[in-house]
């Protein structure tokens, strides 16, 4: 019976590894470790997040959906990224909420109308 149990733990255990080591598809920003979630993600302040990196703080993911900030366990992947939204393809660690960065795509730009100028 306790080898049963123990089996069966061992199997679980071994499943959810699994389901978080495949790679998601996640949209949000690079920011850095002292802001956070902080800056805006809509137009994150990319000269004050490559300022603040080049301080020595360490360069992290914002998903847009909960605002969740990951550390980035590979920081090269993303280097010409930082203070951009982007939409990554990453491995996820939930426990040490971090993550693994496979791809990178920069997200484009809503430009704001100037104001007193009609858009048609």
Partial sequence: MKMTIAALTLCSLSAFA?????????????????????????TPDAACVKKCIGKGSKPVFVDDDKKKVWAIDNPDSIADDAGKPVTIMATLDTTAMSLHVDKVTKVGKVVAPVQGMKME
């Fill in 18 to 42: 699994a389901d978080t080591s495949k790679p998601m598809k996640v949209n949000g920003y690079i920011s850095e470790s002292q802001c956070g979630a902080t800056h805006n993600s809509a």
